[in-house]
């Protein structure tokens, strides 16, 4: 009889204990007043910024309708501060669509890395489309204010924060062909004419 008492008292406890616990609402109330004191570092807010609005705009590498370049089944962004030598690397990783490349041979080229780059970040190719030559179009001051209006829009960057984050900032694309397992891989400054 007194271990059934004892046990009825303890189910009650824990469960007075789990209502208050839980449904309390002033616990709720802590955590997002510590949540809203955190600091964020304005660099690391940019970075998540900047990585965001790059995967938000890979699909545009999706496979296309009429093909007018290469087409990719898969595309990987990542971007990351690197401490030591204080600069910011971009890795675009992007797979060749295997359906589409296993019928036709094709090697990657040069230019494709480029592409990948350009129509990322500027939404352009910078190539002509049929004889695959540089597009005077997408000149390096063009490419730097179509980055700028890109990426630093609605942040509170001055001309000199902004010069100094795109001499830091670079990138490296990896075009990847799921046939024959070969890479292609071109890297530079986010804003170099083109990449090597």
Do not use: W
Request: aromatic letters at 16%.
């Amino acid at each position: 009889m007194e271990i059934c008492n004892n046990k009825k008292f303890l189910h009650i406890s824990l469960k007075i204990i789990f209502i208050l616990f839980f449904f309390n609402p002033s616990f709720a109330d802590i955590d997002f007043k510590r949540l809203e004191n955190k600091k964020v570092s304005y660099l690391d807010f940019f970075l998540l910024k900047f990585e965001n609005k790059l995967i938000s705009s890979s699909q545009i590498l999706r496979t296309q309708m009429f093909a007018t370049r290469v087409q990719y089944s898969g595309i990987g962004v990542s971007v990351k501060f690197d401490e030591k030598k204080k600069n910011i690397f971009t890795e675009i990783y992007a797979v060749m669509d295997k359906n589409r490349y296993s019928k036709k041979k094709y090697k990657q080229k040069l230019s494709d890395c480029n592409q990948v780059r350009n129509l990322l970040f500027y939404k352009k190719y910078g190539y002509k489309i049929f004889t695959q030559k540089r597009d005077p179009n997408l000149s390096e001051d063009i490419m730097k204010n179509i980055f700028i209006e890109n990426f630093f829009d609605n942040l509170s960057f001055n001309d000199k924060e902004i010069e100094f984050l795109l001499k830091n900032m670079f990138v490296r694309v990896t075009i990847f062909h799921p046939i024959n397992k070969t890479e292609l891989i071109c890297s530079g400054k986010v804003n170099d004419y083109e990449l090597r």
